[in-house]
């Protein structure tokens, strides 16, 4: 409730500064690590810039997304060498986690693929849209940036709360990687989207299975009538 009550003072709405910035500069070597804002931080923060006024959305947008791809390249977000959080920046890394899952039968192939799949048409039809950074945005990227990979692979493929039917779990992976790139474009205060895509079809997932279920039982009676 407080998750989706209040959600800028859940994630975090405010920068705290240490006052050592000066000392940091100096003796670079005592800092550890360092937070900043991530790929999809810079689009929310672009979506929600003032200078984006009417009349200017489609051409500021794609210069936005070539100095996006200068910044946050195909490639480096793939391998995992941009800014995230821990365990979501490389999706080269997730596709070998979702090998071993696969392998040692825990995670379903069905749920991985249909949720990717979802995801990628939701970016296609974004596109057709336009306007602004978000629509803009390749729809491969939407696959390689932020917790997309992870929440796909490692997530939305729980053995407990996922769908258990065959038919099921191809309908639970696409609506949930189709909800999941929907709320991170539409909904300004989700800049991620996955956890939320995921929360809901876990929801939805036993009514699912209950008209597969149904469905299959009353295509058996119908074939038991007949004969």
């Given at each position: 409730f407080l998750f989706f009550a209040y959600p800028t003072s859940m994630s975090g709405d405010k920068v705290w500064m240490s006052g050592l910035g000066d000392k940091m500069?100096?003796?670079?070597?005592?800092?550890?690590?360092?937070?900043?804002?991530?790929?999809?931080?810079?689009?929310?923060?672009?979506?929600?810039?003032k200078a984006l006024v009417a009349g200017q959305h489609v051409?500021?947008?794609?210069?936005?997304?070539?100095?996006?791809?200068?910044?946050?390249?195909?490639?480096?977000?793939f391998m995992g060498m941009i800014p995230g959080s821990i365990g979501e920046t490389s999706t080269m890394a997730c596709l070998l986690g979702a090998l071993v899952l696969v392998l040692t039968g825990v995670g379903?192939?069905?749920?991985?693929?249909?949720?990717?799949?979802?995801?990628?048409?939701?970016?296609?039809?974004?596109?057709?849209?336009?306007?602004?950074?978000?629509?803009?945005?390749?729809?491969?990227?939407?696959?390689?940036?932020?917790g997309f990979a992870f929440g796909a692979i490692f997530m939305a493929t729980d053995p407990v709360t996922a769908s258990q039917t065959a038919n099921g779990k191809i309908i639970y992976g696409f609506l949930g990687g189709f909800l999941a790139i929907m709320i991170r474009v539409l909904n300004p205060a989700y800049p991620e989207g996955v956890f939320l895509a995921i929360l809901f079809m876990n929801i939805m997932a036993p009514i699912i299975d209950h008209y597969i279920v149904q469905g299959n039982i009353n295509r058996r009676l119908k074939r038991l009538k007949t004969t």
């Open positions: 500069a100096a003796n670079p070597e005592s800092v550890d690590g360092f937070s900043g804002a991530t790929a999809l931080g810079d689009l929310a923060t672009n979506m929600s810039d051409e500021n947008s794609h210069e936005y997304i070539t100095t996006f791809s200068q910044h946050y390249g195909p490639f480096e977000s379903s192939l069905r749920i991985i693929l249909s949720f990717f799949a979802g995801g990628f048409i939701m970016g296609l039809l974004l596109n057709a849209i336009g306007g602004n950074p978000y629509l803009d945005l390749p729809a491969y990227y939407h696959l390689i940036i932020g």
